[in-house]
């Protein structure tokens, strides 16, 4: 039998749940801003459309985008949603493996039309809870992951694409003119290392000897490369959900330069991210501190992030600041503008 | 459980509630009196018919299920008052004479949904106030239904 996974993810998550109860938001330019509003956290098309980045401190919005309406976050609302999203999800499909708030897999092996089904499913969920989905397919995860890239790229494809619809030559056109940073897996650093080598597109990425690939970026790239080529390297079970750490981070109201005042916030944070913990009943294996500049100030910029393991895994919050405060001793001296501080703790 | 509020309006829906993924309230025995019309019921007439779980009793289709406060007073003859919640089902095709919830002008509404000489139009039902005009739906930029009203409750 064919293999057929299927992507759904929802549009712009968090604004289109903000819309489906204030329909004034519609057509609008809208953000909504992370915990606290310092950073927009999610965008409309709209907003998008303006230059607002993913991540972007609050302020520099106000100057350049004058009528954009700012949402704090509700996020007992975006779970709820999700919710009805995934329950639909597997209701419907054979099975199912949620990959983040707003996204699940669907193996949808053994439906006879996937097209029309994924059309089904995205009227479904847009009637049920208002909320726009795109939904991907293809042979492979990586294949669905790209078929949703297109979905959500190309308007006249009214949000469902099924990329094994294409004859083996208009498919070769297409990976041809995705960047090989869209790819799944494929990061922006990872992106500028492969371009390097001539990599620039998905099709490129399919195309290259995979003992290369292996030999400078390792087996899950060369995996990745298998299957954008339709060949499945991960079982839907084996997907990793997208979030297994606890992120407390946030953007300094202003510059800091002292190492006290950094070392400050990085306890508040470990304190947060311990507390976070505790109330999952989880426990961190490993702590992560990082520290960056302003990336949108044209100043020479810094980042730098150290991990640590633990030697057990804990949620007490002096023994995690412990580890916090031995990486940043560690891991740097000089601090310029800090942007960020972030203690995220591994969940087990 | 979350509450979202939303802008209020001078008609209607103030708030969401998420319904619960699993059902929170215990199922309660529902009594049932045949032969009691008025009056107090002898304890000794009653006898359990079966086990009522509200969410049951409410919610037919959870994922599309929807409670929501409304806020005003045009649909008083409906007997839906001001601090009411109703349980709101999206995944229902909203019929002419079906309760409503409808985005309008970009409120969200609760209306009769009425046929007017061939044309669909959002109706209060108060009528004390004739003034609360029909609103209809191919006149009205964006207005579309948002779900059907299937329950309401309240608390006394």
């Given at each position: 039998?064919?293999?057929?996974?299927?992507?759904?993810?929802?549009?712009?998550?968090?604004?289109?749940?903000?819309?489906?109860?204030?329909?004034?938001?519609?057509?609008?330019?809208?953000?909504?801003?992370?915990?606290?509003?310092?950073?927009?956290?999610?965008?409309?098309?709209?907003?998008?459309?303006?230059?607002?980045?993913?991540?972007?401190?609050?302020?520099?919005?106000?100057?350049?985008?004058?009528?954009?309406?700012?949402?704090?976050?509700?996020?007992?609302?975006?779970?709820d949603m999700?919710n009805r999203?995934?329950r639909?999800?597997?209701?419907?499909?054979?099975?199912?493996?949620?990959?983040?708030?707003?996204?699940?897999?669907?193996?949808?092996?053994?439906?006879?039309?996937?097209?029309?089904?994924?059309?089904?499913?995205?009227?479904?969920?847009?009637?049920?809870t208002?909320?726009?989905?795109?939904?991907?397919?293809?042979?492979?995860?990586?294949?669905?992951?790209?078929?949703?890239?297109?979905?959500?790229?190309?308007?006249?494809?009214?949000?469902?694409?099924?990329?094994?619809?294409?004859?083996?030559?208009?498919?070769?056109?297409?990976?041809?003119?995705?960047?090989?940073?869209?790819?799944?897996?494929?990061?922006?650093?990872?992106?500028?290392?492969?371009?390097?080598?001539?990599?620039?597109?998905?099709?490129?990425?399919?195309?290259?000897?995979?003992?290369?690939?292996?030999?400078?970026?390792?087996?899950?790239?060369?995996?990745?490369?298998?299957?954008?080529?339709?060949?499945?390297?991960?079982?839907?079970?084996?997907?990793?959900?997208?979030?297994?750490?606890?992120?407390?981070?946030?953007?300094?109201?202003?510059?800091?330069?002292?190492?006290?005042?950094?070392?400050?916030?990085?306890?508040?944070?470990?304190?947060?991210?311990?507390?976070?913990?505790?109330?999952?009943?989880?426990?961190?294996?490993?702590?992560?501190?990082?520290?960056?500049?302003?990336?949108?100030?044209?100043?020479?910029?810094?980042?730098?992030?150290?991990?640590?393991?633990?030697?057990?895994?804990?949620?007490?919050?002096?023994?995690?600041?412990?580890?916090?405060?031995?990486?940043?001793?560690?891991?740097?001296?000089?601090?310029?503008?800090?942007?960020?501080?972030?203690?995220?703790?591994?969940?087990? | 459980m979350p509450?979202?509020?939303?802008?209020?309006?001078?008609?209607?829906?103030?708030?969401l509630y998420a319904t619960p993924r699993q059902p929170r309230?215990?199922?309660?025995?529902?009594?049932?009196?045949?032969?009691?019309?008025?009056?107090?019921?002898?304890?000794?007439?009653?006898?359990?018919?079966?086990?009522?779980?509200l969410n049951?009793?409410l919610v037919r289709n959870p994922p599309a299920t929807f409670y929501v406060?409304?806020?005003?007073?045009?649909?008083?003859?409906?007997?839906?008052?001001?601090?009411?919640i109703?349980v709101v089902d999206r995944?229902?095709?909203?019929?002419?004479?079906?309760?409503?919830?409808?985005?309008?002008?970009?409120?969200?509404?609760?209306?009769?949904?009425?046929?007017?000489?061939?044309?669909?139009?959002?109706?209060?039902?108060?009528?004390?106030?004739?003034?609360?005009?029909?609103?209809?739906?191919?006149?009205?930029?964006?207005?579309?239904?948002?779900?059907?009203?299937?329950?309401?409750?309240?608390?006394?």
């Amino acid at each position: 039998m064919v293999r057929r996974i299927a992507l759904c993810d929802v549009n712009n998550f968090y604004v289109s749940c903000e819309r489906v109860f204030d329909p004034r938001l519609e057509g609008q330019p809208v953000v909504v801003l992370s915990n606290n509003d310092g950073c927009a956290v999610a965008r409309s098309a709209e907003a998008k459309a303006l230059g607002i980045r993913m991540g972007e401190p609050w302020h520099p919005i106000g100057e350049r985008g004058r009528g954009v309406t700012a949402l704090s976050s509700n996020y007992p609302l975006y779970a709820d949603m999700s919710n009805r999203v995934m329950r639909i999800l597997s209701e419907a499909a054979p099975a199912t493996e949620i990959y983040s708030i707003d996204e699940a897999f669907m193996d949808l092996t053994g439906v006879p039309l996937p097209t029309a089904f994924g059309r089904t499913l995205k009227d479904r969920i847009r009637q049920w809870t208002g909320l726009p989905v795109c939904v991907g397919i293809g042979s492979t995860l990586t294949r669905a992951k790209l078929a949703n890239h297109i979905a959500k790229s190309r308007p006249e494809l009214d949000g469902v694409f099924d990329i094994e619809a294409l004859s083996p030559a208009a498919c070769t056109v297409l990976l041809a003119s995705v960047d090989v940073g869209k790819v799944w897996g494929v990061g922006r650093r990872l992106q500028a290392k492969l371009q390097a080598l001539g990599i620039q597109t998905a099709a490129d990425l399919r195309n290259a000897p995979k003992a290369l690939l292996r030999s400078n970026f390792g087996v899950v790239l060369e995996r990745t490369a298998r299957e954008l080529d339709g060949e499945p390297c991960q079982a839907l079970e084996q997907i990793e959900p997208a979030r297994q750490q606890i992120m407390c981070s946030r953007s300094f109201s202003r510059e800091v330069h002292s190492y006290d005042e950094l070392r400050q916030a990085v306890l508040t944070y470990i304190s947060r991210a311990a507390e976070k913990l505790r109330a999952e009943g989880s426990v961190a294996e490993a702590v992560q501190v990082f520290v960056r500049t302003n990336a949108f100030k044209a100043v020479p910029q810094y980042a730098r992030g150290v991990t640590v393991a633990l030697t057990g895994s804990s949620d007490d919050t002096p023994m995690l600041a412990q580890a916090a405060l031995r990486l940043q001793e560690g891991g740097h001296d000089a601090a310029g503008p800090v942007a960020e501080s972030t203690a995220p703790g591994d969940a087990v | 459980m979350p509450v979202v509020r939303l802008r209020q309006t001078i008609t209607h829906v103030v708030a969401l509630y998420a319904t619960p993924r699993q059902p929170r309230l215990m199922p309660r025995p529902l009594l049932v009196s045949p032969r009691i019309q008025a009056g107090f019921p002898s304890p000794a007439a009653d006898y359990i018919e079966e086990v009522l779980d509200l969410n049951d009793l409410l919610v037919r289709n959870p994922p599309a299920t929807f409670y929501v406060r409304v806020q005003g007073d045009s649909m008083v003859d409906a007997l839906i008052f001001d601090g009411d919640i109703l349980v709101v089902d999206r995944s229902l095709d909203a019929t002419p004479g079906r309760i409503v919830v409808a985005a309008a002008d970009g409120d969200l509404l609760v209306k009769r949904l009425r046929k007017i000489r061939g044309r669909l139009a959002l109706c209060s039902e108060n009528a004390a106030r004739p003034d609360y005009r029909p609103v209809y739906l191919d006149r009205t930029q964006d207005s579309t239904v948002w779900g059907v009203v299937t329950g309401l409750v309240r608390k006394f």
